[in-house]
């Protein structure tokens, strides 16, 4: 049984760490683990001059970062297409416009040329995608870029924190990094956001922005997602597993990742608050197996560049041997008969991903919620459009004998 989607990082030491929270409320909302966080994550970036806010959600880490910046209605904010949206709607609900841009197929990132076709006089903000944790091609070029034209730039760092990427410029003041520990990116504490930054007054502004912590009810929500995601993983092969997932959502036992408020299409309130010890307890585990787990993962990688490279029918194989040594969350690949590939491996009970296949996932987005100026630039997005059709996602933080069960079913699925 192999999952690319259900609990990525969790382990038996997390559904401890989590049972072990359950019985200690009194630490579930304050407590010094939060500090801790930060000053690993700190630690990860090698500078003494960052500092780092923390949310409940990276969706609200952006909401607060735009709110606290000198920006004004109508501002654009540009996006690129192929992303979520937990990006796009704090950013509709400040009032402010995404543009956005296409993406180049070599790093499902912002594509440069396009970006500057796009840029304009109330252009105010960059938000620069590393998606599935691929440092995209042009990074450097983009905080250039920003740096010349005064714009803020925000990393997104969402899908994958490595210590590289919180590189800066000195003195950049305008560069933000946008990180999740949502449960499906490479560090889970089931929800979790944070801003790191050398621009110690908007930080400041951020740590004592006057949100309320999640309710008890909420957080030890939170807190049963591990041993049940552990427990539905380990005994999924004998059907009591996926009994116990259906079980769980029924009674309403797990917190799901978006609010119904959210599916409309809006930026919703109920997750946009202060993120609590509980969660930063769950942190600490996945931040002391960072180092192990990113090897495992390049492993992983490295395993899939050197034995997909060179099968015909995968569209992007030119590409692979540019995520060579990156512990991506997610290994991209693009095939033609993606949806028949999925089912074919999943009744050999494999359980791939596809990251993205909607121009803004999940598919339910309502894409009439943004203003039409936003509407006007995703339909130039040609490339990103394309991708959403052949997209699909391995798992990383797996073992190899598994990386190559999947190499085994997805060559005879595709027949090459
Ligand atoms: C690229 C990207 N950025 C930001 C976020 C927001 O993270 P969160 O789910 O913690 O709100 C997501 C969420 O999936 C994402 O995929």
């Not at 590189?167 to 946008?178: D, I, P």
Request: proline share 4%.
């Amino acid at each position: 049984m192999i999952f690319a989607r259900l609990g990525p990082n969790e382990t038996t030491d997390d559904l401890l760490i989590s049972l072990k929270t359950t019985i200690e409320p009194w630490s579930w909302k304050k407590g010094k683990e939060i500090s801790q966080v930060k000053k690993t994550i700190l630690a990860l970036a090698g500078k003494n001059s960052y500092k780092m806010a923390l949310f409940l959600t990276g969706r609200s880490a952006l909401f607060n970062l735009l709110k606290s910046l000198d920006l004004k209605r109508n501002d654009r904010v540009i996006v690129q297409a192929f992303t979520c949206q937990s990006v796009i709607e704090p950013i509709v609900a400040l009032g402010m416009k995404p543009i956005f841009v296409d993406i180049s197929e070599k790093d499902f990132s912002l594509d440069i040329e396009n970006l500057k076709e796009k840029l304009a006089d109330n252009t105010r903000v960059i938000i620069l995608q590393h998606t599935f944790g691929i440092k995209p091609e042009n990074r450097d070029k983009v905080v250039e870029l920003a740096m010349k034209n005064q714009l803020i730039l925000i990393e997104d760092l969402a899908h994958g924190l490595m210590s590289t990427s919180l590189a800066t410029k000195e003195k950049f003041l305008n560069h933000f990094f946008l990180l999740s520990f949502g449960r499906s990116k490479s560090l889970s504490s089931v929800f979790g956001g944070g801003v790191v930054s050398q621009n110690r007054k908007i930080i400041k502004l951020l740590d004592h922005g006057g949100l309320e912590y999640p309710s008890y009810s909420f957080i030890m929500k939170c807190l049963l997602y591990k041993p049940i995601v552990v427990t539905v993983k380990t005994t999924y092969r004998i059907f009591i597993g996926k009994l116990i997932h259906k079980l769980a959502q029924g009674l309403g036992l797990l917190a799901a990742e978006l609010t119904p408020e959210e599916k409309e299409g809006n930026f919703d309130q109920l997750l946009n608050k202060k993120y609590p010890n509980a969660l930063a307890k769950l942190l600490l585990n996945q931040l002391k197996k960072l180092e192990k787990n990113n090897y495992q993962r390049a492993q992983v990688v490295n395993f899939y560049v050197n034995n997909l490279s060179s099968l015909r029918k995968i569209i992007n194989t030119r590409t692979l041997h540019r995520y060579q040594n990156q512990p991506l969350v997610r290994f991209p690949l693009l095939l033609d008969q993606r949806d028949r590939v999925i089912s074919h491996l999943e009744q050999k009970k494999i359980f791939l991903d596809t990251w993205y296949d909607s121009i803004i996932a999940p598919k339910t987005f309502p894409l009439k919620t943004l203003p039409g100026e936003s509407r006007r630039s995703l339909n130039t997005c040609t490339v990103a459009f394309r991708l959403t059709k052949k997209i699909i996602n391995l798992p990383t933080l797996i073992e190899i004998d598994q990386a190559k069960i999947i190499l085994n079913e997805l060559k005879k699925a595709i027949g090459d």
